[in-house]
C-alpha cells in the first residue's frame, strides 16, 4: 500500500485526524501491529499530515502505541502516550506466556525467526515478562533522549470530542479529570478483555494464572473445555494436549518431524483459495492426513499426550475454520486429534454458541452447546473460553468514531482482501527508521560504529534454507537478482554469505562466475560448515559468519544470474571493442583502419541487440568465445584477464563479416553460422587445458568450416592422408564427404597487415580464404561423387 491508502484504512472518513492502529484486523499479533504502527508514522509524515505547531495523541501504551509514539517522535513530532498503567506494555509484563514475532505467519518464510526484525522497539522471542522488560528499555532510552516524546501513565480515556478542527481528550488521572487539545489522536488502546458470560469471566490470555498451565494434575481426569475457534483456542487446545507444551519448541519439534517440504505443499492446497471461515477440516484429511501417517507423525505425537485430563473442545462454526487462525495452529491440532484418537485419548468435540455459564456443585456448565445434536448438559472443572476481546467496550469513550471506523473499514477489507494480510516492514521503512534512531538515541562514543554497521548490513545477502519451509531463502535489503544484474556496476561493494552447499544451488558456478566478473564489487563468503566444497569452487572463498540479517525472508531467484553474468561480460567486450574503435588500435593486434572500425561498429551495435534478445543464445555465443574446450559447457569464468583476448575476437569476427556475412547461432559446436549451413568458430581462447589451440591440427578436431583465433597465430589444420581432393584416390567403402580443413583468420602477420591496411584488400583476403574453403570442398565433394 502507499502512504494514501494506508492512511485510508487507518481513519474514518468522517474524522480525518483521527487514526486506529488494527483493532478489525484479522490475524493481528504483537509483531503485526508494531509494524501497522511504524507504516502509519511514516505515512503521515511522508504526506505531510502532521504540521510543526500540531500536537498529537496516541492512547494506549500497549505494542503499537509504544511502537508509533517512538515512531513519531524520531521523525520530529510532538507527541504524548497516554495509559492507564503505570508502564508501557503492562497486560504482557509479567506474563509467562510466549511471544514469538513470525510463528503465526507460518508457512511464511522467515516464521521461525526468533527476532522480530525492527529497526525501532526491536525484540526477540521469549516470555511475555522477558520481551516486555527489554522493550521498556528500549522505549525508556528514546523517551529520555527526545524531549517531543511525553508518557503520561496513570491515564485513562473518558471523553474524545471534536474541538473546531482538534479534537478534545478527557482523561481521568491520579489528580482528577484533565482536558487536553490535540491536532492529531491515534486510538491504540488494544483489543479490550476477553468477552465474558455469565458466571465465567475469563482470564486473560497473559495472565500468568490462566488455567490449562503445565503441571500436573492433582486428580486425574480433571475435565478440561476451551471454546472458540481462532489462534488462542487453538493455542489452549494444544497446551492442554502435550506435555509439557511450549509453544515455539513445540512447533519446531512439529516441523522437524517431516524430512521434506510435504507439509507446506500440503498447507498450500488446503488454505490457498479457502474462503473465510470456510470449513476445511475434509480437506485436512484428505490432503495433511496421509502425510502424517506415511512418516510417522501420529506415532511419535502420541508419548507426548497428556493423560491426566479430560479435553472438550468446542466452537461456534467450524473448529478448522480457514482464516480464523493460523495455519500452522490448524495443522498441529488437527495432528494432536488425530493421534489422540490412535492412542485412545478422548477428545469431546461440541459445537454452539455459548448462551451463558452456570456454576454447579460439580462444575460449570455451558448453555447453547451440543454433543452431535443432544445438547450437552455436563459440567466442567475448568472452562477457558476464548471468544475474542470485547473491542467495543474497551474503546467505550470513542464509541461513535469506533462505529464509524468499522463502518468504513468492513467493505474495505472486503474489497481489498490484501489489507487483512500480516503486514510486511518495507525496506524504505526500516532504513528510515534505523537512521534515525541511530542518529538521535545511539549514544555519541558508538553512533558512527552503529552507522557502519548498518551500512554494511544493508550490503550482505544470505542465502540459506529456510527452516519453516525447507526452502531456499535470501536475506537482505537487496535481491540477489538485482545485485547480480548491476554486477560489476555496483556503487559499494556487496557480500553474499552461502549457508548451503554448492550441490544445493543450481547456479553455484554461476554465483562464482558473478564474483570473480565483478571486478572486486561482489564478495562471495561460505558459512564453515558448508566452506570445503565452495572452496573447490572458489580457492580462498572468505568465510561468513553466522547468520544475522533481519530483512524479510524471500525466495531465493537464482535464475537471473547467468544471464546477468553474461550482461556483465557483453559490457566489459563493448568497451573493449569502443576503446579500439576510439584509439584506431588494439592489443596485440596493433593499428587498424578507420574504414574497418568504422564496419566493424556498425555490426557490433547490431549484433549487441541481437544477444541482448536472446539470453540463450547469447550464453552460447559467449561460452565459445572465451573457451574452445567445450566436452562439458564451459562458459566464461569470470576472469577478466581473458577479456582482451575476446574483444580481439570480436573485432575479427565482425570485420570478417563485412565481406562473409555471419550470424551468432546455438549449435552443438561454434558459434557462428554462414553461407548455408555452414559453422564457424569465433574465440579468444588460447588454451586446451595446459596446451596451445595449435595442438588442434586435424579438421574434425575443429568440427567446423572456418576459425576466426585472435589468441593464437600457429593453428594449422591440414587434411590428412585419405582425405578425398583433387586427384586423390577414393576409397571403397567411402560413401559420403568428409570435412577439410576450415577457413583460418588468426593474428599472424598476414591478418594483422591487412586489418592495418585498405579496407577492400581486407575483403579481398578474407573473400580468398573462404573461396579457397569453398574449393577444397567442392573438390571433395566432387570425389566422392566420382
Not at 512 to 541: F, H, M, Q
Request: aromatic share 6%.
Amino acid at each position: 500500500m502507499d502512504h494514501v491508502d494506508l492512511i485510508n484504512a487507518s481513519q474514518t472518513p468522517s474524522a480525518k485526524a483521527v487514526y486506529f492502529v488494527g483493532p478489525f484486523h484479522p490475524r493481528i499479533t504483537f509483531y503485526s501491529q508494531q509494524v501497522r504502527a511504524l507504516r502509519l508514522a511514516q505515512a503521515m509524515h511522508g504526506l505531510d499530515l502532521v504540521k510543526a505547531s500540531h500536537q498529537i495523541a496516541v492512547v494506549g501504551a500497549g505494542a503499537a502505541g509504544s511502537t508509533l509514539a517512538c515512531a513519531l517522535a524520531l521523525l520530529d513530532k510532538q507527541v504524548t502516550l497516554y495509559d492507564p498503567a503505570s508502564q508501557i506494555l503492562q497486560l504482557q509484563s509479567a506474563s509467562s506466556r510466549l511471544l514469538h514475532p513470525h510463528i503465526y505467519e507460518w508457512p511464511t518464510r522467515g516464521s521461525l525467526d526468533d527476532r522480530a526484525g525492527l529497526p525501532v522497539m526491536d525484540w526477540s522471542a521469549g516470555t511475555g515478562g522477558i520481551v516486555c522488560n527489554a522493550l521498556r528499555g528500549e522505549f525508556s532510552k528514546i523517551d529520555v533522549s527526545l524531549p517531543n516524546l511525553t508518557f503520561r501513565p496513570s491515564h485513562k480515556l473518558v471523553e474524545i470530542a471534536p474541538s473546531g478542527a482538534a479534537w478534545q481528550l478527557t482523561f481521568g488521572a491520579p489528580d482528577g479529570l484533565q482536558n487536553r487539545i490535540f491536532q492529531h489522536v491515534v486510538l491504540a488502546m488494544g483489543f479490550g478483555d476477553e468477552r465474558s458470560s455469565g458466571d465465567v469471566v475469563p482470564e486473560d490470555y497473559w495472565r500468568p494464572g490462566s488455567v490449562g498451565t503445565s503441571a500436573t494434575e492433582p486428580v486425574s481426569g480433571a475435565s478440561y473445555i476451551v471454546s472458540g475457534n481462532g489462534d488462542g483456542a487453538l493455542t489452549e487446545t494444544l497446551g492442554l494436549l502435550v506435555d509439557g507444551f511450549e509453544h515455539v519448541s513445540f512447533t519446531r519439534c512439529f516441523l522437524g518431524l517431516f524430512p521434506g517440504d510435504e507439509l507446506r505443499i500440503a498447507a498450500d492446497i488446503i488454505f490457498t483459495g479457502a474462503a473465510f471461515e470456510q470449513d476445511i477440516e475434509v480437506s485436512l484429511r484428505t490432503n495433511l492426513l496421509p502425510i502424517l501417517e506415511m512418516h510417522s507423525v501420529l506415532d511419535r505425537l502420541r508419548p507426548m499426550l497428556r493423560k491426566d485430563r479430560v479435553v472438550t473442545i468446542n466452537s461456534s462454526g467450524p473448529l478448522f475454520a480457514a482464516g480464523r487462525a493460523s495455519q500452522l495452529n490448524h495443522c498441529m491440532v488437527f495432528a494432536l486429534l488425530e493421534a489422540a484418537r490412535g492412542e485412545g485419548v478422548t477428545v469431546q468435540r461440541t459445537r454452539g454458541s455459548v448462551k451463558d455459564t452456570k456454576k454447579t456443585t460439580a462444575g460449570t456448565a455451558l448453555v447453547g452447546i451440543s454433543l452431535g445434536t443432544t445438547p450437552y448438559v455436563g459440567s466442567f472443572k475448568h472452562v477457558v473460553l476464548r471468544h475474542g476481546p470485547d473491542i467495543e467496550n474497551r474503546y467505550a469513550p470513542a464509541a461513535t468514531l469506533l462505529a464509524d471506523y468499522k463502518a468504513h473499514l468492513t467493505p474495505l477489507l472486503a474489497a481489498t482482501p490484501g489489507l487483512a494480510a500480516p503486514p510486511v516492514l518495507d525496506e524504505a521503512t526500516f532504513e528510515l527508521f534505523e537512521e534515525l534512531r541511530i542518529q538521535k538515541i545511539a549514544d555519541y562514543a558508538s553512533k558512527q560504529q552503529q552507522l557502519v554497521q548498518a551500512d554494511e548490513a544493508k550490503r550482505i545477502v544470505e542465502i540459506l534454507v529456510d527452516p519453516a519451509a525447507h526452502v531456499l531463502i535470501e536475506r537482505g535489503s537487496q535481491k540477489l537478482a538485482e545485485v547480480a544484474l548491476a554486477c560489476e556496476q555496483l556503487p559499494k561493494r556487496v557480500t553474499i554469505d552461502i549457508h548451503v552447499l554448492p550441490n544445493q544451488l543450481p547456479e553455484a558456478i554461476d554465483l562464482v562466475r558473478l564474483t570473480r566478473g565483478s571486478a572486486g564489487k561482489i564478495d562471495l563468503r561460505a558459512y564453515p560448515a558448508v566452506s570445503t566444497e565452495w572452496t573447490k569452487l572458489l580457492p580462498g572463498i572468505g568465510t561468513a559468519p553466522a547468520p544475522t540479517s533481519v530483512r524479510a525472508a524471500q525466495d531465493y531467484d537464482g535464475a537471473q544470474i547467468m544471464p546477468s553474468v553474461d550482461a556483465c561480460l557483453m559490457r566489459a567486450l563493448d568497451g573493449r571493442v569502443q576503446q579500439a574503435i576510439a584509439q584506431g588500435q588494439t592489443p596485440p593486434l596493433g593499428k587498424l583502419s578507420a574504414p574497418l572500425l568504422a564496419e566493424v561498429g556498425k555490426a557490433w551495435n547490431s549484433w549487441q541487440q541481437i544477444l541482448d534478445a536472446n539470453h540463450t543464445l547469447r550464453f552460447d555465443f559467449l561460452r565459445w568465445l572465451a573457451q574452445v574446450d567445450q566436452q562439458a559447457i564451459s562458459p566464461w569464468d569470470g576472469d577478466y584477464g581473458s577479456i582482451q583476448r575476446m574483444a580481439n575476437a570480436l573485432i575479427m569476427i565482425m570485420a570478417a563479416h563485412c565481406q562473409q556475412p555471419f550470424a551468432p547461432i546455438s549449435v552443438e559446436r561454434g558459434n557462428l553460422s554462414f553461407a548455408t549451413d555452414a559453422v564457424a568458430l569465433g574465440t579468444g581462447c588460447e588454451v586446451i587445458g595446459s596446451d596451445p589451440i595449435s595442438i588442434r591440427t586435424e579438421p574434425d578436431d575443429w568440427g567446423v568450416d572456418a576459425l576466426i583465433l585472435s589468441a593464437s597465430g600457429e593453428v594449422d589444420v591440414r587434411n590428412p592422408a585419405g582425405r578425398v581432393l583433387d586427384g586423390g584416390t577414393i576409397g571403397t567403402t567411402m560413401r559420403a564427404a568428409r570435412r577439410v580443413s576450415p577457413a583460418i583468420i588468426q593474428n599472424t602477420g598476414y591478418w594483422r597487415t591487412r586489418l592495418a591496411g585498405d579496407l577492400a584488400q581486407w575483403k579481398e583476403a578474407v573473400a580468398e580464404e573462404f573461396a579457397a574453403l569453398r574449393q577444397r570442398q567442392d573438390d571433395q565433394l566432387n570425389g566422392v561423387s566420382k
